[in-house]
């Protein structure tokens, strides 16, 4: 039985690992794409300080809309890889209802281990 939780408690650390890393990289994304939203902004302003007057002016709503879709489109980027992300957080909770436990419960890897521990002592060897 001690080695039945012992394999238990590494499979479900390593499906903690693997939330937890997805959810780091999502964190990741969602900065990635503020910086991507900042840089759009910080783009139109400097179109508009580098194009003034009328001749150079004309290239300038062209070149806006140009910065505007670019910009929207690698956030688009972004947004979708983290959503798949998220699909495979959903999955790993789907297919593993004890994650879930695990991961509202701090204590429940310890509690386990624990018991394995005290499990593994009391066996006869």
């Known amino acids: 039985m001690a080695r039945q939780i012992r394999v238990y408690l590494r499979q479900l650390k390593q499906q903690l690992n693997d ?66 992300l998220a699909d495979q957080q959903a999955q790993l909770l789907d297919e593993h209802p004890d994650l879930r436990a695990a991961l509202t419960r701090e204590d429940l890897v310890a509690t386990l281990t624990g018991f394995q521990k005290n499990l593994r002592k009391s066996s006869p060897k």
Not at 29 to 58: C, F, K, N, Y
Request: glycine residues 6%.
């Open 19 to 84: 939330y937890h890393h997805l959810a780091d990289t999502m964190a990741s994304l969602s900065e990635d794409v503020a910086i991507v939203q900042d840089m759009q902004g910080q783009m139109a302003t400097s179109i508009d300080q580098h194009l003034p007057g009328p001749l150079l002016g004309r290239a300038r709503p062209a070149l806006q809309q140009d910065n505007q879709t670019i910009h929207t489109q690698g956030a688009a980027k972004m947004n979708a890889q983290y959503q798949a």
